[in-house]
């Protein structure tokens, strides 16, 4: 290279320029600025280029450039494809040369990520993917906080290394969080995946800063096969397709939207609007272009065109509420077999608009269809409201059988092919069990129960050469099954809602589904991971209370969720003990009884009983009639621990332990439901506060077998959901949490004057606790949003807001630590001095 005698001009040879082009072929986005253009000209080619090389080359080479004005200044590519020969190699020695162009922090010689230029933290990730070197990367808990997202998690799901899956797992679990949080709000959310994935030095690590810090946790809703989990509105329906090379999801809705997104990263690449709710969709190609077929719950049933988003032409003919859509080729056109609320169910060609078959036979709606070949014919399988599954001769339109098993509606079918025989998979409304059909002679060949409530979809899909099914129930999980030896080999849980919508595709040869439902946003898992480790389990169920106890001079937690009520070491989070209640757990209180430390326990169906923690065993049953325990607590009478239960029929019970009786020292029937019950002390004597569905705080003082309310309190509430005790200024005071309010309102217990209300919540607080903390009182609040609230009682001052990568339900102070029931996980923080 020489300089010409034009200023400002090079003179350069074909290797030269070769040399100067190299690093643009590589480039991501928009492209590369110049200054770490020039940082990789020269980690390419070893030639010392500079700076000034590079824009001079710049003004001459236009023509073959591509500029952009980013947020940072102007960017480079290439305007035609580059050389990417060698690709590996290359993209190493890019990836040395951009993690050296991040500053070092001077404190501790590390990288100092905020100072780094954008182009690094919107695109190092890509780079390291494909240099093999991500899962070095992710060490970097600091890299992880300040990397930009949608970079990060496109290059997470490419397949890595062993060594990176958990923190590749980490990352993906909240990513549709802490995306968009700010950087406190991400560290939160991460450190707590973290901690749920077993990687608690990462918890600490990524906590750094903040005030709080996970000790650990449980990940029984976390699991590596999961991609991402798309915001916004649930889904009533879905299907998968391929647009310009890139597999989509296309998913229905109960707001009148059809949402087209990339299955990758969740980019949203179209929204069609229907003229009502879409509960039924299917895609296909029709003229050799992705099509999606809709049905509505008004009866709409249209074709729209996937690249415009264009209308293709509607298919009249059903009356009410189309259930069911499906697309198939028959005589190498493509069809949609539709079917719903009117009973009949319809064959349509998709090239012209024909109506060519309608089918009656069902007796009630018909709400799923799916397709088979049996002996050598095509036909269509439907499930409907009159509890049976039939199939249908696509070829002349006739009814080849009726499937009879099931005790209650068939909400959804799919098919496959098990030992070279075709089968059908169903799945009813009422029932725990998927049931598997052989097709040729209409047998049942197998029953599928693992769920723990009703079975609302499967779909069947090829894994390893073998054929599975997803089934997805109320429980809120997804369960993946071999037919071929029709065993349970995984459950993805995470759900917060229960999914009914399944949707199976293949990204690069990789099986790949899509879960959701009316009320659960839609995820997306890798099923090529179903069987990868995952992290320590605990409760399969909502976390409905938790307590403190000690054990043997150790503090315990207790938690009572799905149907179980487990005692943890707080120290590490070992699983001590494990009770079966019988019933779901909805409540559960805990105090020491002659030294012994116990449970109140309140479940659906009348269930509570007092356990014995230490001994594992049931200490005290309290009957009581068919009605669901709402809430649990303890009491004193006369100086002895009394167990107190609500349920939902309005009776209060006050149970004594020491009588053998199967009947409670004190039963009222209250003014209304009490759902939440605290002990607390007024005037130096004992006194019982309930807050009922009324909205009333009432203050109970307990006498033996007789009860006097000495004050009731109108907060103005709706209805109270929780309450909280604690001492200000020497007077008992109750924090009260009132059906969806987003405020908690703090009463004097002595005079019922409102003190103070906190109100600085995004939206409605779920549960409330108090703590102490150098000689302060202090209040803490969980709202819907998954966000946890430390307050300061003398001012009502918010003082700390940490967010959690899930909604929450419960909260309880153990010591200077905070144990919280989230979704199915328990979480406890420790405060960060």
């Not at 182009?119 to 070095?136: F, K, S």
């Not at 069609?272 to 709710?277: L, R, V």
């Not at 607390?680 to 019982?688: A, E, N, Q």
């Not at 001052?797 to 940490?802: D, G, N, P, S, Y």
């Amino acid at each position: 290279m020489t300089n010409s005698g034009e200023v400002g001009r090079l003179t350069l040879d074909a290797d030269d320029e070769a040399a100067l082009l190299r690093p643009l072929g590589f480039a991501e986005g928009a492209g590369l600025p110049l200054a770490l253009w020039a940082d990789l000209a020269r980690a390419l080619s070893g030639h010392p280029w500079t700076a000034q090389d590079v824009s001079r080359y710049r003004n001459q080479a236009g023509e073959l450039l591509v500029e952009t004005q980013t947020r940072a200044g102007a960017a480079y590519r290439l305007r035609a494809p580059g050389d990417r020969s060698d690709e590996r190699r290359t993209q190493q020695a890019i990836t040395s040369a951009l993690l050296a162009a991040v500053p070092v922090n001077g404190a501790d010689g590390r990288p100092d990520w905020p100072a780094a230029a954008p182009y690094i933290v919107d695109h190092l990730a890509a780079h390291a993917a494909e240099a093999g070197v991500l899962d070095e990367l992710l060490e970097d808990a600091e890299y992880l906080v300040h990397a930009a997202p949608r970079g990060l998690l496109r290059a997470v799901n490419i397949p890595g290394s062993a060594q990176g899956r958990v923190r590749r797992s980490i990352y993906r679990a909240s990513v549709h969080l802490h995306a968009t949080a700010g950087l406190p709000e991400r560290r939160d959310i991460l450190a707590v995946d973290a901690a749920r994935h077993g990687e608690t030095g990462l918890a600490g690590e990524l906590s750094r800063g903040r005030p709080w810090s996970p000790r650990w946790a449980t990940g029984s809703m976390v699991h590596p096969a999961l991609r991402f989990t798309r915001t916004g509105l649930g889904v009533d329906a879905a299907a998968c397709t391929v647009i310009d090379g890139r597999p989509h999801a296309v998913t229905g809705c109960y707001d009148s939207s059809v949402r087209v997104w990339d299955m990758t990263d969740g980019t949203e690449r179209l929204v069609i609007t229907e003229d009502d709710g879409v509960y039924a969709l299917d895609c296909t190609e029709i003229d050799g272009r992705p099509h999606v077929v809709t049905g509505t719950c008004s009866g709409g049933l249209r074709v729209w065109d996937l690249d415009t988003g264009a209308e293709r032409f509607a298919l009249k003919g059903h009356k009410g509420w189309i259930r069911a859509v499906g697309c198939t080729v028959i005589d190498g056109r493509p069809h949609a077999v539709t079917a719903g609320e009117d009973c009949l169910v319809r064959v349509w060609d998709l090239v012209d608009g024909s109506e060519r078959a309608r089918m009656p036979g069902h007796t009630d709606e018909v709400r799923a269809v799916a397709f088979a070949e049996v002996t050598g014919r095509s036909v269509a399988v439907t499930g409907g409201y009159d509890d049976t599954v039939r199939l249908w001769d696509l070829e002349d339109g006739v009814e080849r059988a009726v499937l009879t098993g099931h005790t209650s509606a068939v909400y959804s079918v799919s098919c496959t092919v098990i030992d070279g025989i075709p089968h059908a998979v169903t799945g009813s409304g009422g029932e725990r069990t998927a049931r598997v059909w052989c097709l040729t002679d209409g047998s049942e060949r197998a029953a599928l129960g693992g769920h723990t409530s009703w079975m609302s979809a499967v779909r069947c899909v090829d894994l390893g050469g073998r054929p599975h099914v997803l089934t997805a129930g109320d429980d809120c999980t997804v369960r993946v099954w071999d037919l071929t030896e029709n065993t349970e080999r995984a459950v993805l849980a995470g759900h917060q809602g229960y999914p009914d919508v399944l949707a199976c595709t293949e990204i690069d040869g990789r099986p790949y589904a899509v879960s959701g439902g009316h009320s659960s946003s839609p995820r997306v898992w890798d099923l090529n991971d179903i069987t990868l480790p995952v992290a320590r389990r605990g409760h399969t169920g909502t976390v409905q209370g938790a307590g403190l106890v000690t054990i043997d001079g150790r503090p315990h937690a207790v938690t009572g969720g799905d149907t179980t009520v487990r005692v943890w070491d707080l120290a590490d989070g070992t699983e001590r003990r494990t009770l079966s209640h019988g019933h779901r757990v909805e409540a559960l209180a805990c105090t020491t009884v002659d030294g012994s430390p116990c449970a109140a326990v309140g479940g659906c169906c009348g269930a509570a009983r007092v356990w014995d923690l230490a001994a594992g065993t049931e200490r005290r049953n309290l009957p009581g009639p068919d009605h669901q325990v709402q809430t649990v607590a303890w009491t004193d009478v006369k100086g002895r621990p009394h167990a107190v239960t609500s349920d939902s029929d309005r009776t209060v019970r006050v149970w004594s332990l020491d009588e053998d009786s199967e009947h409670p020292l004190l039963t009222d029937r209250t003014r209304s439901a009490v759902r939440a019950m605290e002990s607390v002390t007024v005037d130096g004597h004992p006194h019982l506060l309930t807050g009922g569905e009324d909205g009333a705080l009432r203050l109970w003082k307990l006498t033996g077998k007789s009860r006097r309310i000495s004050s009731t309190i109108h907060t103005g509430h709706y209805w109270i959901r929780a309450l909280a005790i604690t001492a200000l200024d020497g007077r008992p005071h109750a924090l009260t949490v009132g059906g969806n309010d987003t405020a908690v309102q703090l009463w004097d217990l002595a005079d019922g004057s409102l003190r103070s209300t906190l109100a600085q919540h995004r939206s409605a607080v779920v549960a409330v606790t108090c703590t102490t903390r150098d000689d302060r009182t202090e209040a803490v609040t969980l709202d819907s949003s998954g966000a946890l609230h430390v307050w300061d009682l003398a001012t009502a001052r918010l003082r700390e807001r940490i967010a959690l990568p899930a909604r929450a339900q419960c909260v309880t102070v153990v010591g200077p630590d905070l144990v919280i029931g989230m979704g199915d996980d328990i979480v406890v923080l420790d405060r960060n001095l």
